[in-house]
């Protein structure tokens, strides 16, 4: 994806109020992301564990969701599979819930995924990170395949966050 800058970011947010997106903990180490092989931005906030957010492009504009991450991993020791990626991990999968945009977030509605803890969805894709061993299932698609299977589910997702 296209680097984005700590504004950008900030400006992205479509879950969560300006006063929240202007306080929330951006990465420090924007310039050192890997932005060639990131199909989003995914960080958890060191301070508050339970906060993560991801921003994608979608549509030529990033779009961020702030999420509220489960503090314990969903299964420690049984093995469960991030929805977005499909990379199946041993504890490494947490339930994130993210507040809907606009007036159904106000009432209360959220969508829930369960997604990779440390949000490197795209680095998993891509073999750059490691999840042990049986992380991926035996499957005959390409890379770049998975990849753009992971945007579909990311954009669904994002779909979901943002309906009305
Ligand atoms: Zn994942």
């Known amino acids: 994806m296209k680097p984005l800058t700590e504004q950008e970011i900030r400006a992205a947010f479509v879950n969560c109020t ?44 990033p779009h961020g969701v702030a999420l509220r991450c489960s503090s314990a991993a969903v299964g420690q020791q049984r093995r469960s599979m991030c929805s977005l990626c499909l990379t199946t991990h041993s504890g490494g999968v947490s339930l994130m819930v993210a507040p809907k945009a606009g007036k159904p977030g106000k009432q209360g509605n959220s969508v829930g995924a369960y ?21 991926r299932l035996h499957e005959t698609l390409t890379v770049e395949e998975k990849i753009g299977r992971t945007v579909a589910n990311i954009a669904s997702f994002v779909a979901k966050v943002t309906a009305a």
């Open 18 to 61: 300006k006063g929240e997106a202007k306080r929330l903990a951006v990465p420090r180490d924007l310039a050192d992301r890997p932005w060639d092989d990131l199909d989003y931005l995914g960080w958890r906030d060191p301070q508050a564990p339970d906060r993560g957010y991801l921003v994608v492009e979608l549509d030529g504009r």
């Open 115 to 135: 997604i990779c803890g440390d949000l490197d969805c795209s680095l998993y894709v891509r073999g750059k990170k490691d999840a042990g061993v049986g992380a």
